[in-house]
Structure formats: structure tokens, C-alpha cells
């Protein structure tokens, strides 16, 4: 069986001064993704007035990789209200995506 590459990215508001707080939740992201061997954290891009962003990561079960990582985010208040996207390459060719907000 082929296996396929399926991504998590989140879109932000981030609206903090310094960028401390995203490096703060990138080294958590990493090392339970590094752990728990369900993908990798492949880095952010965010607004140069520092308003918003997207994170980006990988691996062969977006749905596993999203169980994983919302423990550590709901520690960082500026995930608050983010949009997740799960995106899905089917075996059979094409794609699927599910789209949702977090709160807590």
C-alpha cells in the first residue's frame, strides 16, 4: 500500500509584540511530533505586522497529527479561535479537506 502525505495547517491571530510566544509553540510542536512519530512541523509563515500566520505540518494521518498537537495548543491563548485545515491526498488520486475552528 502507497502511503500518502496529508498536512494539518492552522491559521492564526497572533496580534503579540515579539515572536517568542510562536517560537514557544513551534519547540513544543516539534518535539511531540518528534515522540509521538505521526509527522513533522515544517515551519510558519506569519504577517510581517505580526497580525496572523499559518503553521504547517505533515505527515501520514493529518487526523493523528491533530489529536496529537491540540493538547500543547490549547496552552497558547493566541490559538484561540484558530481555523485548522486537515488535508487529505485519497489513495485513489485527488484530495479532501476538513475545515474547522477551535475554541477553548
Known amino acids: 500500500m502507497q502511503s500518502t ?4 495547517i ?7 509584540d ?5 517560537h514557544d509553540l513551534e519547540n513544543e510542536l516539534e518535539t511531540i511530533l518528534e515522540f509521538a512519530k ?5 515551519g510558519n509563515e506569519i504577517n510581517v505586522n505580526l497580525n496572523d500566520g499559518y503553521m504547517f505540518m505533515y505527515g501520514s494521518d493529518a487526523e493523528k497529527i491533530y489529536e496529537v498537537i491540540f493538547p500543547i495548543i490549547k496552552l497558547f491563548p493566541f490559538m484561540n479561535n484558530a481555523t485548522v485545515t486537515l488535508h487529505y491526498e485519497l489513495p485513489i488520486g485527488g484530495t479532501k479537506e476538513k475545515v474547522f475552528s477551535i475554541s477553548f
Open 5 to 8: 502525505q496529508q498536512s494539518v
Open 38 to 42: 505521526v509527522g513533522f512541523y515544517d
Open 18 to 22: 515579539t515572536l517568542d510566544s510562536l
Open 10 to 16: 492552522i491559521h492564526f491571530q497572533y496580534g503579540l
